[in-house]
């Protein structure tokens, strides 16, 4: 409920975590992989699914704050782009039309907790197409930390169902945080 206020109140204004530019971590992927279908999970005001639009990928961006949603729209309205943004909660939202070629996260999984950990990379497997890619950036947490961060035994949960094929150690606003790229295992067929 705590993070639910404090996102809530942050959107009123202009929230740090909101630059308007996308990472170069997404615009290498961009500029050396062909258009698909994508998903941004926890889009926030949409700059980074503006940014998959304009490289020619059908985007959908999903995102719990109904005033981030409505930036968005906004956005992408002005920019004279399509994107299908949704309000909805990642661990409760069902009705997206799937799969994806690309699946986006920065900041999104590592806020949430524990137990809404397991049911997002329950949904997560079944979203992703086989050799579909998975990018993910977060903060990064000690396995005794509970909930915030993106621990070890989250990779090791992640690493269940996907490849990593990258990762990139940095910090961020002085606190340890991470690039994951993973891939879905091609289909047997």
Request: proline share 6%; hydrophobic share 35%.
């Amino acid at each position: 409920m705590f993070r639910r206020i404090f996102y809530f109140f942050s959107y009123l204004g202009k929230p740090p975590w909101d630059t308007g530019i996308s990472p170069p971590e997404l615009m290498d992927y961009l500029a050396n992989h062909s258009p698909g279908k994508s998903l941004d999970l926890g889009c926030g005001t949409g700059t980074n699914a503006i940014t998959m639009a304009k490289n020619g990928w059908s985007v959908t961006g999903i995102d719990y704050m109904p005033k981030a949603i409505r930036q968005a729209r906004r956005k992408t309205q002005q920019a004279g782009l399509q994107i299908d943004y949704q309000v909805g909660d990642v661990t409760q939202f069902n009705p997206l039309t799937g799969p994806f070629d690309l699946i986006l996260d920065i900041g999104c999984f590592h806020n949430l907790p524990a137990q809404a950990k397991i049911i997002y990379q329950s949904k997560l497997s079944r979203w992703l197409t086989p050799g579909a890619t998975f990018l993910l950036y977060g903060f990064l947490s000690s396995d005794s930390e509970v909930g915030f961060g993106i621990s070890s035994a989250d990779m090791a949960s992640f690493s269940a169902f996907l490849i990593l094929a990258s990762r990139t150690d940095s910090t961020d606003r002085s606190r340890p945080s991470t690039w994951l790229q993973y891939t879905s295992p091609e289909s047997d067929l």
